[in-house]
């Protein structure tokens, strides 16, 4: 199954970002998706000023970006950071460089774990 979001999202939006307690949201984690967790993550990493500066040449914004300060993203970058840091299962993957090259680095990376996985 391939998707394009999971509970990180919830984890460093709601514990970063808004600093709800940890235990809380491993609990409702637990409760809603018990041991369902993807194999591979591949977070694409960018700071948050860059974020925010392609959202708005993008022209349209979410209720998030429209309401949330600088700071909010700040804290939900260095949690999904702290997350990703601790788990073999996530890459971070340098989404500041060219389309292309992050395409590459996705597709490389992707391919060295089926490699390894034997897929």
Not at 54 to 60: I, N, P
Request: net charge positive; hydrophobic share 35%; charged share 35%.
């Amino acid at each position: 199954m391939i998707n394009d979001r999971h509970d990180l999202s919830s984890q460093a939006y709601q514990g970063g970002g808004r600093r709800i307690n940890d235990e809380k949201i491993k609990f409702l984690k637990k409760f809603f998706l018990n041991d369902c967790k993807p194999d591979l993550t591949f977070y694409l990493d960018v700071s948050p000023e860059i974020g925010l500066k392609r959202v708005y040449q993008r022209g349209e914004l979410d209720r998030i970006e429209e309401n949330e300060s600088l700071n909010f993203f700040i804290r939900t970058r260095q949690k999904y950071l702290d997350i990703v840091n601790q788990k073999q299962s996530m890459l971070l993957i340098d989404a500041t460089q060219p389309f292309k090259k992050v395409v590459f680095s996705v597709k490389k990376e992707l391919k060295k774990w089926m490699i390894k996985m034997k897929i």
